[in-house]
């Protein structure tokens, strides 16, 4: 059934509509929120991508290679595994390769509780922050549909495990070349984190959400560039900080 109804006059949107528009019309999609909040199709299609990336990089690589290559980009992550004995760095091994693959087939339930987080962040910043007067049914449906973009990666991360992905360097935190740190394997981690940041669709998912926040909290787009912009800075220092302390 089309979600689709008539409100003064104008028909809204359809979920297959809104999914579109995100890509082509990105306003419309978030003024329908106004309309609805119903978010169903852009999880339904994060949960089908995120099982095809975990299922294809557990027949294609292998959670235990993807391990042995975590532990090989933090050099004293590196130093600590080496300093065990053969059978703890075995049974070491075995264990953050389980927890790397549930991890990773349980990531429809991760992307709902970060979006959760998210929207909650958002709709606090504008209405204690700006006076707006948005509901966080509304911020959650603006969050999910501005992710929409990042399903991109994971079709690309498909294609490059699939057609031409090495296996022995294969990082799951970065596994296609949308920002620059893809291409420094052995720059310093606080700079690699850095520069994930920059990244084509990870700033493509940032301009939708100050459209869509702009929108549903009726506030000018440099006011929620301010909010938007301004967390994603935070989380920026502070992934910054986290790879500088741990490397």
Do not use: C, H
Not at 55 to 64: K, L, N
Not at 88 to 103: D, I, L, N, P, T
Request: aromatic share 10%; no cysteine.
């Amino acid at each position: 059934m089309s979600d689709a109804v008539v409100v003064d006059g104008q028909p809204g949107l359809s979920q297959v509509e809104r999914v579109v528009d995100t890509f082509l019309a990105p306003s419309k999609t978030f003024t329908d929120i106004l309309r609805s909040t119903s978010w169903w199709l852009p999880f339904l299609l994060a949960v089908v991508v995120s099982i095809g990336v975990t299922f294809t990089i557990d027949r294609q690589v292998g959670f235990g290679r993807v391990v042995e290559n975590v532990i090989l980009d933090s050099p004293k992550q590196e130093e600590q595994m080496q300093s065990l004995p053969a059978d703890q760095r075995a049974a070491r091994m075995k264990g953050m390769s389980a927890g790397y693959k549930y991890v990773s087939y349980a990531t429809p339930v991760i992307i709902l509780l970060i979006s959760a987080v998210g929207a909650l962040v958002n709709w606090a910043s504008f209405n204690f922050g700006l006076g707006a007067k948005t509901t966080f049914a509304q911020m959650f449906a603006v969050w999910m549909y501005a992710s929409l973009p990042r399903l991109l990666s994971g079709l690309l991360t498909i294609v490059t495990v699939v057609f031409g992905g090495n296996a022995e360097s294969f990082n799951l935190k970065n596994a296609v070349g949308t920002n620059p740190a893809y291409f420094m394997p052995d720059a310093a981690p606080w700079l690699k984190s850095a520069l994930s940041f920059i990244d084509v669709i990870g700033i493509w998912n940032l301009i939708l959400l100050v459209i869509g926040t702009s929108i549903v909290a009726k506030v000018s787009r440099g006011k929620a560039a301010a909010v938007v912009v301004g967390w994603w800075v935070l989380v920026l220092v502070l992934s910054v900080a986290s790879a500088a302390i741990s490397s």
